[in-house]
């Protein structure tokens, strides 16, 4: 489309085609522009979301290995309080035999004792 305007030295042609090619242009730049920038905020936002996440993921790994570690302390002081108990019952074991011995040799005395004496009435 053109158009004929005045001008200080004379008539002159506008070709308004030309401006709205500019204008389209202009246009596509700041949609370009726009578009850009939509794209930059959402990666950073997805990276800050992802970041977060991490940290979330980290945290929730610390509170479990900790969990775990408070679980390990426990058994390892249990196993050591039976290990003490186990040591305590070998002790009693031990003077029960030695007391079980004592008994059997009494008993083999006294039986022996006992078969002197049969023998002695049998004559």
């Not at 030295?9 to 070709?15: A, E, T």
């Not at 775990?68 to 058994?75: G, Y």
């Not at 074991?93 to 006294?110: H, Y």
């Amino acid at each position: 489309m053109r158009e004929s305007r005045a001008g200080p030295k004379g008539p002159f042609i506008v070709d308004k085609t030309a401006e709205r090619e500019d204008k389209t242009c202009e246009h596509r730049a700041y949609s370009s522009v726009n578009q850009y920038h939509i794209c930059i905020r959402a990666l950073f936002f997805g990276l800050r979301n992802n970041k977060r996440a991490d940290v979330t993921e980290i945290e929730r790994k610390a509170t479990e290995t900790a969990t775990i570690n408070v679980k390990l302390d426990q058994i390892g002081t249990d196993v050591r309080d039976i290990k003490y108990d186990i040591t305590g019952l070998k002790k009693d074991v031990q003077g029960l035999n030695e007391r079980m011995i004592i008994v059997e040799q009494s008993t083999k005395s006294a039986h022996h004792r006992l078969d002197d004496l049969a023998e002695e009435k049998e004559k």
